[in-house]
């Protein structure tokens, strides 16, 4: 596993709520963990959110102090250089969802080759912006260019909100595996709600817990 695992993905796949999980998953496996908010593009539901659960498993959280609060900014925390001076702990980094977003992941770009990582599109079937496995393959390019880096695998998100179903996420396997053959990457995982989950379901499932959205209605 690599000491950097970064989440990327399109607006509305769900990338916070993975990276969330990730940090808490290695954190429960002994890990010391740092997980670091770069969405500069989407204030609506931030790892700031879920700080609680974060705090009480002893992950470290780096966020925009403006984070949580009704200010929207463009800025990057100010500790990101943590997540690389700090060689024992592993690191989790949720990006912005397009290409912009990726901008930010792209002034680390350097740090990232010499160390150990993996790059993660977090793709969701259900979401207008990658309904097709050729659109999403057309965010992924555009991401890779405004990093200035490659992507090394897929993370399957298959979901409808509330609505979402084992039916739901079964009927995306199709999909995936289309965008794994345009795009040559593997899919490392497939989330799943917690309580959906089911061990005889598929290989490399991600059984994820939902966090509270302050601006959820």
């Not at 943590?82 to 930010?104: E, S």
Request: net charge negative; aromatic share 6%; hydrophobic share 45%.
């Amino acid at each position: 596993m690599a000491r950097v695992t970064i989440f990327a993905g399109h607006y509305g796949s769900g990338k916070t709520q993975i990276a969330v999980n990730w940090a808490l998953r290695l954190r429960a496996a002994g890990d010391s963990v740092i997980l670091c908010d770069l969405d500069i593009v989407n204030p609506y539901f931030r790892t700031a959110d879920c700080i609680e659960p974060l705090r009480e498993a002893g992950v470290r959280l780096i966020a925009s102090p403006l984070a949580n609060t009704n200010v929207e900014n463009a800025s990057l925390p100010a500790d990101v250089s943590a997540v690389f001076d700090n060689l024992d702990h592993k690191a989790v980094l949720d990006v912005g969802g397009d290409d912009r977003g990726m901008l930010a992941l792209g002034r680390y770009a350097n740090r990232l080759r010499g160390d150990d990582y993996d790059l993660w599109m977090v793709a969701n079937p259900y979401r207008p912006l990658a309904a097709t496995p050729e659109l999403a393959m057309e965010l992924l390019r555009e991401m890779e260019s405004a990093a200035g880096l490659s992507f090394t695998g897929l993370v399957a998100n298959p979901n409808i909100g509330r609505d979402t179903t084992v039916q739901t996420v079964a009927a995306a396997r199709p999909y995936m595996r289309q965008l794994s053959a345009l795009s040559g990457l593997p899919v490392v995982m497939t989330c799943i709600r917690r309580d959906l989950a089911d061990d005889g379901m598929q290989p490399n499932l991600f059984p994820i817990d939902i966090f509270a959205n302050r601006f959820q209605i």
